[in-house]
């Protein structure tokens, strides 16, 4: 079990790790599986218990496969891993739900996908929960508004949003608002981006926090790497960070960093960073009537 004290309580009970290993592109169109499994066999062995996959990553089978061989070896039981996982676009109506969560729930009555509203789909997920199927149900890339009509409406409040967050895009207002709601955030890309997909802005045409003067200058005080330094100041701000790698010595890295503290006055620098950017803008979908990221539609 990982320690209390490196994670945080949903509003379900349950326990989440402060610090995950994110597998987006870990295999998707990747040629060697293989290098996944090694992957997270390292995770699995440095103290990772949160594990974030995805249905578009098309890697959930490998990472089952992993840790089944970790329980029915007895390295780990069940109750010590947190596997978060997310619906593909295609599934956002209830039927493809139920039949993502569990094939004999996909009978819901619903037949015309264009009257759909995101609390018909959070009603499927609140019975998975109901039934025993699901720890605790959240969402991902919702905006501020989004998630308090969504919270405002649903009878099982959400626990966890995912969202993109580093200190180039700190999400100060949603942040704010899930302190709240008691919604713990989970920040993808939490030491930026790099090597992403072309899901956003080019690469060559943003900055990067890892390269940050000030990351820069207090990876030198504290005797860290860069990365260390992103990631311990996103869990100093109680929220759950899921860096990706599949560098084994990053991934060892990136979960030591529980045996130091940034001061107030350091967190305050990086808080105070201006530059902003987003990595990851989903261009494919932005003429989706639920796109969350008003700030990219008003600059149309």
Avoid at 37 to 64: F, M, P, S, V
Avoid at 68 to 78: A, I, N, V
Avoid at 121 to 130: D, H, I, P, Q, T
Avoid at 167 to 178: D, F, G
Wanted: hydrophobic letters at 40%.
């Amino acid at each position: 079990m990982f320690p209390s004290a490196h994670s945080l309580t949903l509003n379900t009970g349950a326990k989440m790790p402060l610090l995950g290993l994110g597998t987006f592109m870990a295999s998707f169109l990747a040629t060697d599986p293989d290098q996944l499994r090694a992957t997270l066999r390292t995770a699995l062995d440095a103290g990772y218990r949160l594990i974030d996959t995805a249905y578009l990553y098309q890697n959930e089978d490998i990472i089952g496969e992993v840790l089944e061989e970790y329980f029915s070896t007895g390295k780990l039981k069940r109750e010590d891993v947190f596997v978060t996982t997310k619906l593909p676009l295609f599934a956002m109506e209830p039927e493809a739900v139920a039949a993502f969560i569990k094939p004999e729930m996909s009978k819901v009555g619903y037949d015309n996908a264009d009257d759909i509203e995101l609390i018909d789909v959070w009603r499927v997920l609140e019975r998975g929960y109901k039934d025993g199927l699901l720890k605790a149900i959240g969402v991902s890339n919702f905006n501020v508004r989004q998630l308090q009509d969504l919270y405002d409406k649903a009878e099982i409040k959400p626990a966890n949003l995912q969202i993109e967050l580093h200190i180039y895009w700190p999400q100060n207002a949603l942040v704010q608002l899930c302190e709240q709601l008691n919604i713990v955030i989970t920040a993808y890309s939490p030491i930026g981006a790099p090597g992403k997909p072309n899901f956003g802005p080019a690469q060559s045409t943003v900055r990067a926090p890892l390269h940050d003067e000030v990351v820069a200058e207090l990876a030198k005080k504290y005797g860290k790497t860069p990365a260390q330094i992103l990631l311990r100041h996103i869990v100093q701000r109680g929220i759950v960070a899921i860096p990706k790698s599949t560098n084994e010595k990053r991934v060892r890295e990136n979960i030591d960093i529980f045996d130091f503290e940034l001061n107030a006055a350091d967190e305050t620098r990086l808080l105070a960073i201006d530059y902003r950017t987003r990595m990851f803008s989903f261009p494919f979908v932005r003429n989706h009537r639920h796109y969350p990221f008003d700030e990219l539609k008003s600059a149309e």
